[in-house]
């Protein structure tokens, strides 16, 4: 197949922030971007060069995606596999179907990853109320997951007792689940790892992840762990789009337990929220590597040019209003994304800003003065 030349129209179904960022570098490499979303107003739709607002399973819109663009990806886990099976008979797709399908359901994911050698968190499958008995009381205290459609810490609820997880169980409608046990965590890592038509790969840097209330909260990069073990999270990141002989970008996140034990904890696959400080950081972006991907153009440089921070900018923190960005602006060295949302809610993400450095402490330091002059001052308790 002969690599997709600049000025090409390239589909891509989803409308969110990643899908906003992988239009903005595609186009910037002189490609055209139409962009599938059921939403009116979307943060890719409003970048795009076209948006055909229609279901994933709209028969016309897969069928117009499909005469017109020569290559499609996604940008959203939770597209159905069956539209990019359907769009594989007509154009290149990538991610392809089986790898999605995997990485959307937890269940065949954790089996996916002990099958592929990479250690887990000790977990049990849950897929019917007379298994409850037979689950092992050395996962509790432990976290009960939805096997399906869970982000963001949604669909999962922590469980201490036999009777807990039933409850649990029931609450989330009864549906397969993965019981897991609770870690003490050292610390959380990831990485984006990319890989061509061609079988070859490039891992980024390894990021080091603070959560909050089950959301990402901070990257660093790179991150604080023996060069060894960011080597071996590389490896295995590697590991993962190979046995699923994956075309595109994905993502593997990864505990950090017992002084230096790493277990994989699941597989994103498209670009992800960790590796956003690529666009800023590193030579190629996760952006620009799905967009040659799926050109078939040569995957890019994943090098760092220097250390970086990311901070997520949820909707929390327009309670007051709009914050004030010269707080982020006055630093030269900062770096703002809004991804163009017009309603702020909770937890909702509506932006990232990088802080770069020359060294990991003060880009540190630097993100952490911008977040709380972001903040919104607590309300006095009443
Ligand atoms: P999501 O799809 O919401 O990202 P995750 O499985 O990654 O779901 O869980 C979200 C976060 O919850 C993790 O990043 C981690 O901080 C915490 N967590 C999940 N599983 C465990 C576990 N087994 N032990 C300790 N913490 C966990
Ligand atoms: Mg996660």
Redesign the pocket.
Known sequence: MTPVAPGAWLGLLGGGQLGRMFSMAAQSMGYRVVVVDPGGESPAGSVADDHLQADYLDEGALGELARRCSAVTTEFENVPADALRRLADHCTVSPGHQGVAVAQD?IREKRFLVEAGLGT?P?AVIEHESELARIDESLLP??L?IARL???????VSVTSREGVLQAFRDMGSKPCVL??????DL?VSVVVARGFDGATTTFPVAE?Q?AN???DVSIVPARIPAALAQEARAKAVRVAEALDYRGVLCV?F?VVDGGRLLA??IAPRPHNSGHYSIDACFSSQFEQQARIMCRQPLGDTALNCPVVMVNLLGDLWRDGEPDWSQVLRHPRAKLHLYGKREARPGRKMGHFTVLADSVEEALATATAIKSALSPTPRPAS
């Open positions: 937890r968190a977990f432990g976290i997951k869970g982000y963001d810490g949604k669909g999962q897991e046990k609770r870690l003490k965590l959380e992840n959560h089950g959301i990402l996140e505990f904890n699941e």
